[in-house]
């Protein structure tokens, strides 16, 4: 069983029932009932198209017996479910977006899958949420480098 690190956002229409209801559509995802929820921060769009919306940005943690390459198809399954087009402009507004951060300590790299994540200590938007859960993941002083005057958080919880 690994944990897993899962980064979401949203920025189009109800961002928080969105960041919810994918949480609950990870749930036949997990092997354990480990869950670690992240409090939500709201985000200043980064690279996205002009006129872009806000995001609401959260990390959680869970325990799995899917293979990296599985689970990535899943949370990718989940994403078209909730709306979001395969075929898209680069950072388009999207109801969900789900990114794998960690697999335990593993280090892989595919066509559609590097672990870790290569850019998660460069984004504040997700540093933040994740030093929420998991400090001892989050490498000193990382978030000092970082301009995290436009990630804020926020008083919703996706927590059940």
Do not use: W
Not at 40 to 64: K, Y
């Amino acid at each position: 069983m690994a944990r897993v690190g899962i980064s979401l956002g949203s920025n189009l229409g109800d961002r928080i029932a969105h960041l919810r209801d994918a949480v609950a559509r990870l749930a036949p995802l997990r092997s354990s009932s480990h869950l670690l929820v992240s409090p939500v921060f709201e985000t200043e769009p980064v690279d996205c198209p002009e006129g872009s919306e806000a995001f609401f940005n959260a990390v959680i943690e869970i325990e799995t017996d899917l293979p990296p390459l599985d689970l990535l198809a899943a949370t990718q399954a989940i994403e078209r479910e909730m709306g979001r087009p395969e075929v898209r402009a680069v950072n388009a507004p999207r109801t969900i977006d789900l990114d794998l951060l960690y697999y335990d300590d593993l280090a892989m790299r595919s066509p559609g899958l590097e672990l870790p994540h290569p850019r998660m200590f460069q984004r504040a938007f997700v540093l933040k949420p994740l030093a929420a859960i998991r400090p001892d993941f989050v490498p000193a002083g990382a978030l000092d480098s970082l301009d995290d005057s436009g990630v804020t958080e926020v008083a919703e919880t996706i927590a059940g």
